[in-house]
């Protein structure tokens, strides 16, 4: 099984926020795949399913963003999956423009507190993951208040483009096409 969590904050508050766009991510492969992300269990919200042959568990963690290593380190004890082989993150990146993104076979947290939480909880910083863009937070703006607000009309639509992106990448992934999916997608 593959577990690919999107990153992001519950409630209707933050709903198309910055920071929320791995959970709109997911939510487009849910509706793509007609995988119900509904069952409520390891402090997350999971549907299970299969995309182009692989069964897959969609999670969107309701720990909050900065604590999301509880929800993903427990579903991957639950369900005895490697994060280095059966992982995929998907999260907001502010060093990317909006729309654009890039896939990682591992890296550092590089400042997100998701990730370095998910990095703590699951011991590894060896996990696929897909960075959306949501553009660099403007001079005088404090980083909560940019990643916790919304897109711009104009960014949202090429934010939108970049979750069918994420969704064609992920669907590479999911079946071992991790190199191949960087050559589509990491491109300029």
Not at 40 to 47: E, Q, R, T, V
Not at 137 to 162: H, I, M, N
């Amino acid at each position: 099984m593959f577990v690919i969590a999107g990153l992001g904050n519950p409630s209707s508050k933050y709903e198309r926020t910055r920071h929320n766009v791995g959970f709109d991510a997911v939510d487009l492969l849910a509706d793509k795949y007609q995988i119900s992300i509904r069952e409520k269990k390891h402090k997350a919200l999971c549907g299970s399913g299969v995309i182009e042959g692989q069964k897959v568990l969609l999670v969107k963690p309701q720990t909050f963003m900065n604590l999301s290593g509880e929800s993903i380190g427990a579903i991957l004890n639950f369900y005895k999956v490697e994060p280095e082989t059966g992982l995929l993150v998907i999260y907001d990146d502010i060093s990317l423009v909006p729309g654009r993104i890039r896939i990682r076979k591992k890296g550092s947290a590089g400042g997100h507190n998701g990730i370095k939480s998910i990095i703590g909880h699951v011991g590894t910083q060896e996990f696929q993951r897909i960075k959306i863009g949501v553009g660099e937070k403007p001079q005088g703006w404090d980083l909560a208040d940019y990643v916790l607000g919304r897109f711009s009309k104009e960014e949202r639509k090429w934010v939108e483009e970049a979750f069918e992106r994420a969704c064609m990448a992920s669907a590479l992934i999911v079946q071992g096409e991790t190199d191949q999916a960087m050559n589509q997608f990491n491109c300029k």
